[in-house]
């Protein structure tokens, strides 16, 4: 997906801080959530994202440590959806 695809997506389903589905082109999907980081728009340029997997939600609600995200490249999602 690309940025403009990515960010419209994130904005028009008023995700905030709502898990989501995310399915890639060659690994299996997870269930995350996008963050915004002091990186956030740097990394954005770059088609890359702050992304927090679904056992560690909970862990980051409680702390907002970016150690707990993964960094995953835009180019290899293929779909975001509600979870």
């Not at 060659?26 to 269930?31: A, E, L």
């Not at 907002?64 to 707990?68: Q, T, V």
């Not at 293929?78 to 959806?81: A, E, F, I, P």
């Given at each position: 997906m690309t940025?403009?695809?990515?960010e419209k997506f994130l904005d028009t389903k008023n995700v905030g801080k709502g898990t989501l589905k995310i399915d890639f082109k060659?690994?299996?999907?997870?269930?995350g959530l996008f963050v915004k980081s002091k990186d956030y728009d740097?990394?954005?340029?770059?088609?890359?994202?702050r992304?927090?997997?679904?056992?560690n939600i909970d862990k980051w609600k409680d702390t907002?440590?970016?150690?707990?995200a993964k960094i995953v490249s835009g180019t290899e999602i293929?779909?975001?959806?509600l979870a």
């Open positions: 940025i403009e695809q990515i060659t690994r299996r999907s997870i269930v740097e990394l954005k340029e770059k088609n890359f994202w992304v927090v997997s679904g056992e907002s440590y970016n150690e707990l293929t779909k975001l959806s």
